[in-house]
């Protein structure tokens, strides 16, 4: 893609956690309308990082820039109002509610919240019907498989209207299947001006989505550029294949 307006800007990012430097002096930055992959290890500090851009986490030193905007002390949920959402690893849904009131209850936060209860659960609708889940609606959530889960966490962070998503291994436990309909959702939702973040191991999934990505190993990058770039820099085949 040509080059366009930088949406998320990460400067010197430092984290530790006791004697563990789980982030060291992070830099990249992601451009409006791409998406851009966090690649490494277990442990090399993908999810710290999305930990520091949502704003659970404060960094150390370094800076997040959104839209042009410091982050630096501005709350978790001020930065969803502002328009970043994000997923987790571990599916975090409200299982005993319904599958739409997960989302109507989403709606009701974020960025432009939704007026009323009634007009939040009519865009929830919507939501569930453009993840493929309108016939599930009324399901408790526990009641969902896997890839059903996955779909509604998405469904949820869709809900808050974001301008960027963070996807923390989207198509973790998901058959070969599942990840091609997530595939397929996850470009038409870059179609319609989404911008997406991912942190992600199936390296298959990884080069049909991505642009560009971004390696890590013990929270230092180790290189960033397009997927057949970095998946062939000689340090990530070493670390990738135990040698580094």
Known sequence: MAPGRALLEVHGLWKAFGGVQAVRDLTFSVEEGEIFGLLGPNGSGKTTVFNLVAGTLRPDRGEVRFRGISLNGVPAHRRAAMGIARTFQLVRSLAHLSVLDNVAIARLYGASPAPSVAAARREAEELLGLVGLREKASLPAAQL????????????????????????????????????????????????????????????????????????????????????????????VDIYLGRG
């Open 145 to 236: 498989n896997l890839a059903e889960r996955r779909r509604l966490e998405v469904s949820r962070a869709l809900a808050t209207r974001p301008r960027l998503l963070l996807l923390d291994e989207p198509f973790a436990g998901l058959n070969p299947e599942e990840v091609h309909a997530e595939i397929a959702l996850f470009q038409r939702l870059r179609a319609e001006g989404l911008t997406l973040v991912l942190v992600e191991h199936n390296v298959p999934a990884v080069r049909a989505l991505c642009g560009r990505v971004a390696f890590l190993n013990s929270g230092e990058k180790i290189a960033e550029g397009t997927p057949e770039e970095v998946l062939g820099h000689p340090r990530v």
